[in-house]
């Protein structure tokens, strides 16, 4: 691919409309350049389920026709840009399949909100991108559509279940990419791929009728700059008649952020209960350290929390699951994933009073977060424990092993899913550095209740202070 091309793939988001306002490139010369990459490096990562280029083309020239003739005040937020789009939104008419056999034919009869969203904002579809089995796991692998692959070591996983999305985020497939994120579908992603994944407040962004996951699930981008995920968030966020929790509020992230000097920021490594390998350790240390270098003030915290995080959480997910796609088992069970069939198995065991109980856990979770939110402006620690994982990685195996010591396969390794938990305080993953192997690691800022803006005011300093723009896998 020519150089000119691969700088069109890897141009933000918000970079690129400012070119195609000015009549720098057009929508057709990006979406062009995007398909030559996606043909290139798409056969090494598995990242797509379905290419949608003779559309995408044809859309960009009617985008062309807008930014030759319209006044910039007529022009859409996202006005031809390219977009993915996970196989776990719904697109009305469109094949949907959740990585699933039982769905493999599946066609949806309605448009995911935040998608239909993007589309009326002038979004151009140009891929979907793969997930795992029901969005199950957080290494991408489907049992209809293999193994995604990470394009900075095709070894190891891109992480899930938003992987496609991180992976040809990372491998610049496309300008923007969507994703879900119920214990870290977002922000695994992020870290494993190097880029940015915001979980927005639960109620800020309008669920889909068709995922009822209660307050677990969340709609989110996944991008190359905090930017770029503001630009996203500015045209998904809103109330919607699909979802009774979705918010009034018309919540819009400004493009320019006030310093961090004199702000409060609680760091934990560990969550009070993880092995963390020292590579990220020592990134995440250094994030701090460039806080502490930006006027902030950053004090290391112990927030308390242990292993009964996980139960409290695998309890609802599982029961959620279950209540999703329990009715699937007798006919799809030696077709599904084993881990997936294992989690579905598990929650149609559980009884409505146990579901009940997990709000204890999850009221317990929050007296211990909650005067550190109180104190500080927010709270940093690292997205994953460790800086990759082999694509071929057994989510009920017991050979995954942190500083000598054995964790869980499927949740030991990441640090996303209690704050599912505490789904109502926005968390955002954005690249801290790289580890030992090369591989990216993230780091995590977790924000008050509906206080998306500091989340976004500190990333947004921190992509500013170490710089990751620019940095592209191998691939």
Not at 346 to 354: C, D, I, N, P, Q
Not at 435 to 460: E, H, K, Y
């Given at each position: 691919?020519?150089?000119?091309?691969?700088?069109?793939?890897?141009?933000?988001?918000?970079?690129?409309?400012?070119?195609?306002?000015?009549?720098?490139?057009?929508?057709?010369?990006?979406?062009?350049?995007?398909?030559?990459?996606?043909?290139?490096?798409?056969?090494?990562?598995?990242?797509?389920?379905?290419?949608?280029?003779?559309?995408?083309?044809?859309?960009?020239?009617?985008?062309?026709?807008?930014?030759?003739?319209?006044?910039?005040?007529?022009?859409?937020?996202?006005?031809?840009?390219?977009?993915?789009?996970?196989?776990?939104?719904?697109?009305?008419?469109?094949?949907?399949?959740?990585?699933?056999?039982?769905?493999?034919?599946?066609?949806?009869?309605?448009?995911?909100?935040?998608?239909?969203?993007?589309?009326?904002?002038?979004?151009?579809?140009?891929?979907?991108?793969?997930?795992?089995?029901?969005?199950?796991?957080?290494?991408?692998?489907?049992?209809?559509?293999?193994?995604?692959?990470?394009?900075?070591?095709?070894n190891c996983t891109p992480g899930g279940s938003s992987g496609g999305a991180g992976a040809a985020i990372a491998a610049g497939m496309t300008t923007l990419a969507d994703g879900t994120d119920g214990g870290g579908s977002c922000r695994i992603p992020a870290a494993f791929s190097g880029c940015v994944g915001y979980k927005p407040p639960y109620g800020r962004n309008p669920g889909d009728r068709e995922?009822?996951?209660?307050?677990?699930?969340?709609?989110?981008?996944?991008?190359?700059?905090?930017?770029?995920?503001?630009?996203?968030?500015?045209?998904?966020?809103?109330?919607?008649?699909?979802?009774?929790?979705?918010?009034?509020?018309?919540?819009?992230?400004?493009?320019?952020?006030?310093?961090?000097?004199?702000?409060?920021?609680?760091?934990?490594?560990?969550?009070?209960?993880?092995?963390?390998?020292?590579?990220?350790?020592?990134?995440?240390?250094?994030?701090?350290?460039?806080?502490?270098?930006?006027?902030?003030?950053?004090?290391?915290?112990?927030?308390?929390?242990?292993?009964?995080?996980?139960?409290?959480?695998?309890?609802?997910?599982?029961?959620?699951f279950a209540g999703l796609v329990g009715d699937l088992l007798p006919r799809w069970k030696y077709e599904m994933t084993p881990y997936c069939v294992k989690i579905l198995e598990k929650g149609l065991e559980h009884s409505a009073v146990r579901l009940y109980q997990?709000?204890?856990?999850?009221?317990?979770?929050?007296?211990?977060?909650?005067?550190?939110?109180?104190?500080?402006?927010?709270?940093?620690?690292?997205?994953?424990?460790?800086?990759?994982?082999?694509?071929?990685?057994?989510?009920?195996?017991?050979?995954?092993?942190?500083?000598?010591?054995?964790?869980?396969?499927?949740?030991?390794?990441?640090?996303?899913?209690?704050?599912?938990?505490?789904?109502?305080?926005?968390?955002?993953?954005?690249?801290?550095?790289?580890?030992?192997?090369?591989?990216?690691?993230?780091?995590?800022?977790?924000?008050?209740?509906?206080?998306?803006?500091?989340?976004?005011?500190?990333?947004?300093?921190?992509?500013?202070?170490?710089?990751?723009?620019?940095?592209?896998?191998?691939?």
């Amino acid at each position: 691919m020519k150089k000119a091309d691969l700088e069109l793939c890897y141009m933000s988001a918000t970079d690129v409309i400012k070119n195609f306002r000015s009549k720098t490139i057009s929508p057709s010369e990006l979406t062009k350049a995007l398909i030559s990459r996606c043909e290139e490096v798409n056969p090494s990562l598995n990242a797509i389920t379905e290419s949608h280029f003779q559309e995408a083309t044809e859309a960009a020239k009617k985008a062309d026709k807008k930014y030759f003739n319209s006044k910039s005040s007529r022009l859409r937020a996202l006005e031809g840009v390219p977009i993915a789009v996970k196989d776990f939104h719904s697109i009305k008419g469109h094949r949907t399949t959740y990585g699933s056999k039982a769905f493999e034919h599946h066609k949806a009869d309605n448009t995911a909100p935040t998608v239909d969203r993007l589309f009326k904002a002038g979004a151009n579809l140009l891929i979907r991108t793969t997930t795992p089995e029901f969005a199950y796991s957080g290494i991408t692998r489907s049992p209809l559509w293999g193994t995604t692959k990470n394009p900075w070591d095709l070894n190891c996983t891109p992480g899930g279940s938003s992987g496609g999305a991180g992976a040809a985020i990372a491998a610049g497939m496309t300008t923007l990419a969507d994703g879900t994120d119920g214990g870290g579908s977002c922000r695994i992603p992020a870290a494993f791929s190097g880029c940015v994944g915001y979980k927005p407040p639960y109620g800020r962004n309008p669920g889909d009728r068709e995922h009822p996951l209660e307050s677990l699930l969340v709609y989110g981008p996944l991008t190359r700059t905090v930017n770029d995920a503001a630009l996203m968030q500015n045209v998904t966020t809103g109330k919607h008649v699909a979802d009774q929790a979705s918010l009034d509020e018309n919540y819009q992230l400004p493009s320019e952020h006030s310093s961090v000097k004199g702000m409060k920021i609680a760091l934990s490594i560990n969550l009070g209960y993880y092995e963390i390998a020292p590579d990220v350790e020592k990134n995440t240390k250094d994030m701090a350290t460039a806080l502490r270098r930006l006027g902030a003030k950053v004090e290391e915290v112990d927030v308390g929390w242990n292993w009964g995080v996980l139960d409290t959480w695998y309890t609802r997910w599982e029961a959620a699951f279950a209540g999703l796609v329990g009715d699937l088992l007798p006919r799809w069970k030696y077709e599904m994933t084993p881990y997936c069939v294992k989690i579905l198995e598990k929650g149609l065991e559980h009884s409505a009073v146990r579901l009940y109980q997990t709000n204890a856990g999850r009221a317990q979770q929050w007296d211990s977060l909650a005067p550190i939110l109180e104190k500080y402006d927010a709270l940093i620690c690292p997205t994953t424990a460790v800086s990759s994982l082999p694509h071929t990685h057994n989510e009920d195996g017991d050979d995954l092993v942190i500083n000598g010591k054995h964790v869980n396969n499927y949740l030991g390794w990441t640090l996303t899913y209690p704050f599912n938990n505490l789904n109502w305080c926005p968390v955002m993953s954005l690249p801290s550095g790289f580890g030992d192997t090369g591989m990216p690691t993230g780091l995590q800022i977790c924000g008050r209740t509906f206080d998306d803006a500091t989340v976004f005011r500190i990333a947004s300093a921190l992509e500013k202070a170490r710089p990751w723009v620019g940095t592209r896998p191998p691939i």
